[in-house]
């Protein structure tokens, strides 16, 4: 099993546009067969601070994720909201209780 | 390495209070020597729900958090705050990268 904690650092004056624009990329994730959690939280301190808490099935579900059109195309549109990259953090569970 | 997700669903009339009251915790959390992220998040679609996305060194660190006054006193006044039980997840991951 797969845990990615992404971290996204958005212009203030983007957040409304990145919160609509990132829709459906969170909906065709949810879709996917190996994913089990995929949800965007925010920040309580620091309106432009996100984090999205993602939970995959196995290494082979980020891969198929990563090369997914909804992935590829909000990386390419990603850069009108990100201040900074987008920080990703992936951790190999080897047990979840 | 431990990581910890920690899903609060929290009665709208105590949002401000929950947000007040957990901050202490919060704090001695990101200060105790096993920790490595101790951070609160809100949905960004149902401002009641909430994530704490927790790092920790190991289980002994765990543990530890688990009986700090804070976290004891926290667990006193929480019934407050809350609709549902916390629901707690915890990865016992092998490689973060």
Redesign the interface.
Known sequence: ?I?I?AYFDIKPEKRERF?EQIQPLIKSSKAEEGNITY??????KIPTK??M?EEWKDEAAVEFHNNTDEFIHFGSISSEFFVNPVKV?????????
Chains 1, 2 share one sequence.
């Not at 949800?39 to 309580?44: F, P, R, S």
């Not at 953090?89 to 209780?97: L, P």
């Open positions: 099993m845990v904690h919160l949800h965007l939280y925010e920040d309580t996100f984090i808490v953090y992936q951790f190999a569970v080897s047990k979840k209780n």
